[in-house]
């Protein structure tokens, strides 16, 4: 059975910090494409940003210079460092894990964490 858990949303001040954490479990961590993603109330799901099998490392131009995406394969994690928050980053935040398989395309997701900026 897959399991991803996200941990680390929270309230934080505009400017602050947050450390989201997802911990994968059932799938052979090292191969898959890990993402973030986030949705906000009435919006779609975006990708944040994520992190190839190899390493290869892609952000939304909104996050950009602020957000850091980093994973441990050793420990079957991924994080997201996101730094200088502000109130358009509220949302809630979802792990992604994805491969691409000779018959079919495998997709899994978190149960979100939420993320809300405000003073």
């Known amino acids: 059975q897959v399991q991803l858990v996200e941990s680390g949303g929270g309230l934080v001040q505009p400017g602050g910090s947050l450390r989201l954490s997802c911990a994968a479990s059932g799938i052979t961590f090292s191969i898959y494409d890990m993402g973030w993603y986030r949705q906000a109330p009435g919006k779609q799901r975006d990708l944040v940003a994520g992190i190839t099998s190899r390493g290869r490392i892609n952000y939304a131009d909104s996050v950009k210079g602020r957000f850091t995406i980093s994973r441990d394969n050793a420990k079957n994690t991924v994080s997201l460092q996101m730094n200088s928050l502000k109130p358009e980053d509220t949302a809630v935040y979802y792990c992604?894990?994805?491969?691409?398989?000779?018959?079919?395309?495998?997709?899994?997701w978190g149960q979100g964490t939420q993320v809300t900026v405000s003073s």
């Open positions: 992604n894990a994805h491969k691409e398989g000779l018959l079919k395309t495998y997709d899994y």
